[in-house]
């Protein structure tokens, strides 16, 4: 991977991008899921899919956090002054998902189909960095492979069928599942490939970011596989993993106080401030 390609995975440009919250066409009578959304990346996702009149659901642990989230969006955008006229405000909802536990994930999907008969988008965005003495899930899997891959996997395959049904009505590339990877997986990516150990039995490996990296490569092989594998469609739902730049969220709240110091200058908000 050149440095070029590094600086730009790091950075990537602020200006110029074809999409951004400013042109973002209405999302009004759109469903999106939005996981890990309390805060970071997840949180400004949510507010700015609100904010175009999309209706999002928060998948997150914690009630608690994903209503104090909500309540600042909502007021935000109370503010006329922060207000498009011309666009009519979304709404959101809470489902409680801990992506630590299949049988919680399972649960949240079955609410979610309970409520609703479509889904544009799952975004797949709930994950963690490297982390030491990380505590297995509750079914006693692995951390990193557990939150970066297992939640995400299982999500996805529940919620195929109404993803696969929503596609089926509208243009095509409308409905989407986005998977967040990592420039890691370029950076640290052994020359023999992933090691197999961490398919059969990843608590044998020792190297945390080994194992982040290894679990962000999972996303890019989801994705791929996932598009592979679904029913032939003239309207097929487009997966994607992509890296989602260098910013500052709690993905990097167990990262060493050192490493973390060193690394903070280079680190941005996930939006303009």
Not at 93 to 101: A, G, H, K, L, R
Not at 216 to 224: E, G, I, L
Not at 247 to 265: D, E, K, M, Q
Request: glycine letters at 6%.
């Amino acid at each position: 991977m050149s440095v070029a390609s590094i600086w730009t995975q790091f950075f990537p440009p602020r200006n110029g991008a074809p999409l951004t919250e400013a042109n973002l066409p209405n999302q009004n009578g759109k469903v999106f899921i939005v996981t890990g959304s309390s805060s970071g990346i997840g949180y400004e996702l949510t507010r700015i899919l609100y904010g175009a009149g999309g209706k999002v659901y928060m998948l997150t642990r914690s009630r608690e956090n994903a209503e104090a989230a909500a309540d600042r969006i909502t007021a935000l955008y109370s503010d006329k002054s922060n207000v498009d006229p011309s666009r009519t405000r979304g709404s959101i909802e809470f489902i409680e998902m801990d992506v630590m536990d299949l049988t919680s994930v399972k649960r949240a999907s079955q609410d979610f189909l309970s409520r609703e008969g479509r889904l544009d988008v799952l975004f797949n965005n709930a994950g963690t960095g490297a982390r030491k003495d990380a505590p297995l899930s509750a079914q006693g899997r692995e951390y990193h492979f557990s939150v970066n891959v297992l939640g995400g996997f299982l999500l996805t395959r529940l919620l195929n069928p109404i993803l696969s049904k929503t596609a089926r009505n509208l243009p095509p590339n409308s409905v989407r599942v986005v998977y967040p990877a990592s420039v890691l997986v370029e950076m640290m990516t052994p020359k023999s490939g992933i090691n197999p150990k961490f398919l059969e039995d990843p608590q044998s490996i020792t190297d945390v970011n080994e194992l982040y990296s290894t679990s962000k490569a999972a996303a890019w092989f989801m994705a791929s596989e996932y598009a592979r594998r679904q029913p032939s469609s003239n309207t097929p739902v487009v997966y994607i993993a992509g890296n989602p730049g260098n910013y500052v969220t709690n993905i990097w709240r167990h990262t060493p106080a050192l490493l973390y110091y060193v690394l903070r200058p280079i680190l941005r908000d996930p939006v303009r401030k």
